[in-house]
């Protein structure tokens, strides 16, 4: 990736299990706006990081895991809202991207310990009812692991926390997530977390790129062959690239139903 300008403002935290990075061109709205946007947009991460944590026994996922059925459960709008996107992806590619299966696995195995309940009867993700914006109603303990497409969606609301003051041109990185926008055109490599280099995919602007790598993260109901270890999409927002790496690395070949998906979002698949 290019080093920053003079007239663009550098800043990581650890959020999300990784390094968030934002680079933001300060031209528009000078240096201290520029800062003020990067610290509000940092603070939306971290909410959705809290509410979100499959570690975590205070957060929402945990609410959801120790749930009786036909409870009323209280979420943050972020939460819901990922549930919702949650629901559609896992009934949109088949149950290929499934996070009550992948929580459920996870949660047994004791790599999850935030969403430990019990997950022998863990109900469905299309069973839970929303109320409104806030609340569900639970069916039953439901464990779920939203890594496939929260930290995507943390980085669109970040690029949306940022747009709103004013920030002109920006790129939001998630450890490998992340999201452009703006009149400058952003180098992106993909790099696996071992291994040489293996793809450039373009200059991007005004684009999302995920990219995920086969691991304990990934619990698939159908294992794709072990040739595709890793699955970058690149799309319109994140979290849809991130739902669709998730997706990608379950099929030998991209089958019609991924394909037309692919076409109807402009998303670009590669993967090794």
Same mark, same amino acid.
């Given at each position: 990736? #290019?080093?920053? %300008?003079?007239?663009?403002?550098? =800043?990581? /935290?650890?959020?999300? @299990?990784?390094?968030? %990075?934002?680079?933001?061109?300060?031209?528009?709205?000078?240096?201290?706006?520029?800062? &003020?946007?990067?610290?509000?947009?940092?603070?939306?991460? #971290?909410?959705?990081?809290?509410?979100?944590?499959?570690?975590?026994?205070? %957060?929402?996922?945990?609410?959801?895991?120790?749930?009786?059925?036909?409870? $009323?459960?209280?979420?943050?709008?972020?939460?819901?809202?990922?549930?919702?996107?949650?629901?559609?992806?896992?009934?949109? #590619?088949?149950?290929?991207?499934?996070?009550?299966?992948?929580?459920?696995?996870?949660?047994?195995? @004791?790599?999850?310990?935030?969403?430990?309940?019990?997950?022998?009867? #863990?109900?469905?993700?299309?069973?839970?009812?929303?109320?409104?914006?806030?609340?569900?109603?639970?069916?039953?303990?439901?464990?779920?692991?939203?890594?496939?497409?929260?930290?995507?969606?943390?980085?669109?609301?970040?690029?949306?926390?940022?747009? &709103?003051?004013?920030?002109?041109?920006?790129?939001?990185?998630?450890?490998?997530?992340?999201?452009?926008? @703006?009149?400058?055109?952003?180098?992106?490599?993909?790099?696996? %977390?071992? @291994?040489?280099?293996?793809?450039?995919?373009?200059?991007?602007?005004?684009?999302?790129?995920?990219?995920?790598?086969?691991?304990?993260?990934?619990?698939?109901? =159908? /294992?794709?062959?072990?040739?595709? /270890?890793?699955?970058?999409?690149? &799309?319109?927002?994140?979290?849809?690239?991130?739902?669709?790496?998730?997706?990608?690395?379950? $099929?030998?070949?991209?089958?019609? /139903?991924?394909?037309?998906?692919? =076409?109807?979002?402009?998303?670009?698949?590669?993967?090794?």
């Amino acid at each position: 990736m #290019s080093a920053p %300008s003079s007239t663009t403002l550098r =800043r990581a /935290r650890p959020l999300l @299990g990784t390094l968030v %990075s934002i680079m933001a061109d300060t031209d528009a709205i000078g240096d201290a706006q520029t800062l &003020a946007a990067m610290d509000d947009a940092f603070a939306t991460i #971290s909410a959705i990081h809290d509410a979100m944590s499959a570690h975590s026994p205070d %957060s929402d996922l945990a609410k959801l895991a120790h749930a009786r059925a036909g409870s $009323a459960i209280v979420l943050s709008p972020h939460t819901c809202n990922v549930l919702r996107a949650a629901e559609h992806w896992t009934r949109e #590619s088949a149950h290929a991207f499934d996070p009550a299966q992948a929580g459920s696995n996870l949660a047994r195995r @004791g790599v999850r310990p935030g969403i430990a309940g019990d997950t022998h009867t #863990s109900a469905s993700l299309a069973a839970l009812d929303f109320a409104d914006d806030t609340t569900v109603i639970a069916p039953g303990p439901l464990a779920l692991d939203l890594g496939g497409i929260a930290k995507g969606y943390a980085v669109d609301q970040a690029v949306s926390v940022l747009r &709103a003051h004013g920030v002109q041109c920006a790129l939001v990185n998630a450890g490998g997530d992340l999201r452009a926008f @703006g009149a400058r055109p952003w180098p992106i490599d993909v790099r696996p %977390s071992s @291994g040489p280099l293996t793809a450039r995919m373009l200059r991007l602007k005004e684009g999302a790129i995920a990219t995920s790598l086969r691991g304990d993260e990934f619990v698939p109901k =159908r /294992r794709a062959p072990a040739r595709w /270890r890793c699955a970058s999409v690149q &799309a319109r927002d994140c979290m849809t690239a991130d739902a669709l790496t998730k997706w990608a690395l379950q $099929a030998d070949e991209p089958g019609l /139903r991924l394909r037309r998906t692919l =076409r109807e979002h402009g998303a670009r698949l590669v993967r090794w």
